[in-house]
């Protein structure tokens, strides 16, 4: 399915309309189909040395050809799950491929995840499979007897690993032909991860429509790419959807050669480094990494190719949006979307005219409003839900074993993202916050995102997130936690300074009342800022005060 060819937003919309076939595997449209040029590179990988080697589409279908028909030989079947847990690698796509291949559902889990994060996805999803690296082994070995359906342990660096099979040594006695499944559209390929913002994370169902679904709309974001001249890259983390599909699977349909870097923790200076060197003309930067890269614009490679940058995950902000167009010479898009239905709301400069601060119009296919909590559209102007309507091939079939939660996120066939918004008579989404960041004081209902935003204004902020703290007066009071730029030094007179910004450019009841001065702040694994984790911190500390 291809995006339709327009000059305008609205000439797109009125072309388009989905076409989803009953049968699709994702390993024929990303791997097979462009396996019979043996010259085709698929992936270039940086290791951690900074050696860098190329591996082509055909390489990388018999690789998995080789992964299917060993764990065939394991004993698994269609339908049972694998968890991948590997940094951005050939591996990591080998093994989510060869899953594709074979039916088998691969379950996405971090590196960065702590023992009772992977266990909470092994024993949740009831995988049979994990494969890791060395590095994460002992991870998976202490919590191994408590994951009774794991059976296998695969590990990909490490030539005689204990009690676990060395992926590369494993793979070399497999032949490299295999004869694809045969499945519907609507069968389970993967089960992705809320980001647990909130609660314990959910496991999340993607069928194998999800990519038909996610194709056309990041054909809208890439400008009618990826194109087959494309590199593309980005530092999210393949254990997410924003790397896994929006990179990774979004680049391969295309044919495109994608670069994976073993990145440990994100490092602005070699973001850069990383799309100069490697030529890149497509990346997905998250506002968190555009504010951390822009902290470092004064030392880093000028001589960049960028033709799209993308960005989302949470409100860019206009301050940010304008030093990333200046900075990458174009006008960044803007994405807005979760994990249960990706690329939802969106921008292409060349086809619509951009806001900056605004998440963009509803995607060509998609119907997306703004609703109250009865599901009614309200007026333009209105806050409320930002929603999007069912059917759609991009949306989650469900959350893993749990239907409550799965009818909890819908009201009648609106998906509620569990986000606040408003949309303008001009058909513009806005972004104000999480429904469960929302700050409520003196009667009124505050959304974080723009009192961050307007911090980040100042030289002195690199980053800043605001909560709700609770007050017996005002219900809640406003309190920001600023970590400052290097060299800043924090002061009473600086926190004045820094309501004062926030006075001159929202209303008084935005103005932070409490500003903690910080080194760090809790983020996903996503680079999202977890208020939670802020808020929970103040109440225990009012607790403890108080005893």
Known sequence: MDLPVGSSYEEICEKFSWVIPEYFNIAD??????????????????????????????????????????????????????????????????????????????????????????????????????ITNAANLSKVTEIRDACPEL???????????????????SLSSQSNRYQNVKTRAEDLAWISYTSGTTGLPKGVLMPHRTLLGNKPLFEYYYDYGPRPSDVLWSPADWAWIAGL???????????????????????????????????ITVSLLTPTVLKLMRQVDAEAA???????????????????????????????????GQTECNGMIGTNPRLMEVRHGSLGKAMPGSVCAIVDDE????????????????????????????????????????????????????????????????????????GPTEIEDCLLKSDVVQLAAVIGVPDQE??????A?????????????????????????LARHEVPRLIEFVTELPLTTTGKIMRRALRDREINTQTTNHT
């Open 481 to 505: 936690f600023v970590v400052l730029a290097a060299g800043v030094e924090p002061s009473e007179t600086l926190a004045d300074a820094l309501k004062q910004l926030v006075r001159q450019h």
């Open 302 to 336: 000028q001589d960049i190719d960028l033709r799209v940058v993308l960005s989302g995950g949470e409100a860019v902000g206009k301050a940010l949006a304008l030093w990333a167009d200046e900075r990458f010479s174009l006008t960044i898009s803007e994405g807005f």
């Open 245 to 279: 599909i929006n990179i990774l699977l979004i680049g391969w349909y295309s044919g495109c050669r994608v670069v994976s870097t073993d990145m440990q923790g994100f490092d602005a200076s070699a973001a850069f480094r990383i799309l100069a060197q490697h030529r």
């Open 151 to 169: 059976q296998h342990v695969i590990v990909v660096d490490d030539a005689e690993p204990a009690d676990a099979l060395a992926f590369w040594e």
């Open 474 to 479: 005002r219900t809640e009071l406003v309190k």
């Open 29 to 130: 449209a990303i791997s097979d189909r462009w396996a019979d040029d043996e010259s085709r590179i698929a992936m270039t990988h940086e290791a951690s040395d900074g050696s860098c080697t190329d591996y082509t589409f055909t390489e990388i279908r018999d690789y998995a050809n080789q992964l299917a028909n060993l764990l065939g030989g394991l004993g698994l079947t269609r339908g049972d799950r694998l968890v991948v847990m590997l940094t951005q690698s050939p591996e990591c796509a080998i093994s989510h491929l060869a899953c594709f291949k074979s039916g088998i559902v691969s379950c996405l889990a971090s590196v960065l995840f702590g023992p009772d994060g992977i266990k909470h996805r092994l024993v949740g999803s009831g995988a049979k499979v994990c």
């Open 375 to 446: 599901g009614q559209v309200v007026e333009p102007g209105t806050k409320g839900n930002i929603a999007i309507r069912r059917p759609h091939p991009a949306m989650f079939s469900g959350y893993l074993d749990d239907p409550i939660a799965t009818a909890g996120k819908f009201i009648g066939d609106w998906m509620i993202t569990g986000d606040l918004g408003e949309q303008d008579p001009e058909g513009y989404l806005w972004f104000h916050g999480r429904t469960d960041d929302v700050i409520t004081s003196s009667g009124y209902r505050i």
